[in-house]
């Protein structure tokens, strides 16, 4: 049993070296990504349930590496977070998004997530400020998504920096709503234009009573307060039914479309989307 012991003990060590070292290549690949360009933004639509047609779409990165091709966020923000490298892709994805809006989406709006350390960045309001001048766009056409997390810290500066976007006329989105701490109180403080209600909940939704309920909630709360209500995550037929019978605004997901480089959009017309 001891060598047993010794040999699982070793097997964990190796097992840790090898997290290690992956981060490392990681990281110094995430470098040379900043410079070369190797992002690429992903669009997937948003369906506007009032009008059935879409009028939004959300920004989403991949990494296309050179060798090991298309890599998904969960596998690079993180790293990017904790190296601070977030700012420099966050300020890439502004631009970027921007651009493409002008260019490619004719009057929609477009939503781009900030992460908490971005967000909080001293230059941050300053790179949305120059992603609309450079590309041109309205400020009314783009979105900010954050999360929670973004508010915990210091709730005082994050207010202040919602107020200045708010002012530049930039809407504000709360993402992944349901799955922080202290959602009321948040809802109640801060200008929020939309909830996104988190996937989680979504999924649930036509097969729990008490789900159901929480959502009926969620957009009772968000319709008091002014805000759109926006669905994320919704697959399947049913959940669209139960979602617009509860008086979601807009839906997002799979069963609108899948996110998808910019060209790919074509087939994605309203009357394409919903049946
Ligand atoms: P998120 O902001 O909550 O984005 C929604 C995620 O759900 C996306 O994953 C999207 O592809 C996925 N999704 C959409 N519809 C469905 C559906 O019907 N079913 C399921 N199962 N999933 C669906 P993705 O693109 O992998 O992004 C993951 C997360 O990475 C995002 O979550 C966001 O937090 C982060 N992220 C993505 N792009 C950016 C970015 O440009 N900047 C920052 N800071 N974070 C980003
Ligand atoms: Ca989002
Ligand atoms: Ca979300
Ligand atoms: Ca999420």
Known sequence: AKIQGRNTYCIFEEGMDAAVRKRRVLEADLSAAIEEEQFVLYLQPRLDLHSSGITGYEALIRWNHPKKGIIEPADFIPVAEQSARIV????????RACQMAVEQLGAARISVNVSPLQFRDRGFLDSVRTALEESGLKAARLEIEITENVLIEDDERALEILKALKKLGVGISLDDFGTGYSSLSYLSRFPFDSIKIDRSFVHSVSGSENVLAIVETIVRLGRALGMRIVAEGVETPE??????????????????????????????LPDQVVE
């Not at 420099?88 to 631009?95: D, H, M, R, S």
């Not at 839906?251 to 060209?263: A, E, N, S």
């Open 239 to 268: 959940q669209l039914v139960l979602l617009q019978a509860e008086g979601c605004d807009e839906i997002q997901g799979y069963l609108v479309g899948r996110p998808q480089p910019l060209g790919s959009h074509a087939t994605m």
């Open 88 to 95: 420099a892709i966050g300020e890439w994805v502004l631009k």
